[in-house]
């Protein structure tokens, strides 16, 4: 009997998601005959049966989920807020650009009339 055991971590947001994935043969299936690397078709599908087995949400996993979703409402306004922000600063820097051009526009006028 063989046990394969993978641990594999994910970016999800704030947290890591981690799980553990346990493989093994039926008990009661006789042992087979094993197949050479060369032997393996691209198109052939593996025999045998697999399990994913998922372990239950610690605490922290479910206070973090809990804690997310309450305050799911809030992140929306406050990323609203920070684009209309957004454009009303870059609107006000393109006014800016534009009062400093006419500025040195007119001063370099009256300094031609001179």
Same mark, same amino acid.
């Given at each position: ?5 993978? /641990? =594999?971590?994910?970016?999800? #947001?704030? $947290?890591? %998601? ?38 239950? /949400? =610690?605490?922290?996993?479910? #206070?973090? $989920?809990? %804690? ?47």
């Amino acid at each position: 009997m063989f046990k394969v055991i993978q /641990r =594999s971590v994910g970016p999800a #947001s704030l $947290s890591l %998601l981690t799980f553990k994935v346990y493989a093994a043969p039926k008990k009661d299936s006789p042992p087979k005959n094993s197949v050479k690397v060369d032997e393996l078709s691209l198109y052939s599908v593996p025999e045998g049966q697999s399990k994913y087995v998922e372990e239950a /949400r =610690s605490q922290l996993e479910e #206070s973090i $989920s809990q %804690l997310r979703h309450y305050c799911e409402p809030y992140t929306t306004w406050c990323q609203t807020a920070m684009t209309i922000s957004k454009m009303h600063l870059l609107d006000f820097f393109r006014d800016l650009v534009l009062l400093v051009l006419l500025a040195l526009l007119d001063s370099f006028w009256l300094e031609v009339q001179k």
